[in-house]
């Protein structure tokens, strides 16, 4: 049963432009959300969270934004750099106290081409 | 060392064939987690240890699926009678506890089990 997904497997943009990846939710019951980004060979890195009493959280060129309602959530970046090609996953800890215990949607695959 | 460590980073196997793949987490992190990626598909949790807590080990997928953990020190989980279905990328991860909301992956052991 995948709780978290992210429908789209890719996505193109241009240097400069703004990339927006989604991701959508099943358990209502998710309080809090982050966003991983893996190179290839690699393990994941943490870029970016949010928690549910928010609906918008901003670091440098990446915001998360949240709806609860309509069980979504999407990372911008911008402007878009090649060097953020890479792999981006959202997570949601789920059963338990452990932050740590994620579960994750399939990925998005993002080429910023310059 | 600096970063979660994770050895070997490539093993191929024969079916049938046990495997142990080791994990050195972040030195003073009490929190050591694996996960693992198939080909296409998302990280899917399989274990975490807190301690001398009781593991939690909710998402071993069959009981050819072990792990152990020494301390609050290096891991190794076992595949006994490995099978195709097992090859994927198995991704150790450690945080400071189980409350620490960022964790920390190390660059993955690839299996492949021909």
């Known amino acids: 049963d995948q709780q978290v997904k992210q429908n789209s497997p890719s996505l193109s943009v241009q240097e400069g432009r703004i990339s927006i990846l989604n991701c959508d939710y099943t358990?209502?019951?998710?309080?809090?959300f982050l966003w991983y980004k893996k190179y290839p060979a690699e393990g994941p890195t943490f870029l970016i969270s949010i928690s549910s009493i928010k609906d918008k959280n901003e670091d440098g060129r990446f915001t998360v934004f949240l709806n609860k309602s309509a069980k979504h959530l999407s990372l911008h970046i911008v402007p878009s750099q090649p060097g953020d090609s890479a792999v981006y996953f959202c997570?949601?800890?789920?059963?338990?106290?452990?932050?740590?215990?994620?579960?994750f949607g399939q990925g998005t695959i993002l080429t910023v081409h310059p | 060392g600096a970063g979660v460590s994770q050895s070997p980073s490539n093993k191929v196997t024969e079916k049938g064939k046990d495997v142990e793949l080791r994990c050195d987490p972040i030195?003073?992190?009490?929190?050591l987690y694996w996960y693992r990626q198939r080909l296409g598909q998302g990280l899917e949790f399989l274990i975490y240890f807190q301690g001398n807590s009781a593991p939690d080990k909710s998402g071993l997928p069959s009981d050819r699926f072990s792990a152990e953990r020494t301390g609050e020190s290096v891991s190794t989980l076992t595949i006994q009678r490995t099978q195709q279905e097992d090859s994927a990328v198995y991704l150790c991860?450690?945080?400071?506890?189980?409350?620490?909301?960022?964790?920390?992956f190390g660059e993955g052991s690839w299996l492949t089990v021909v």
């Open positions: 030195s003073g992190h009490t929190a």
């Open positions: 991860a450690s945080s400071l506890s189980l409350s620490g909301n960022t964790i920390y």
């Open positions: 997570a949601a800890p789920y059963g338990g106290t452990s932050y740590g215990k994620l579960t």
């Open positions: 358990n209502s019951m998710f309080d809090y």
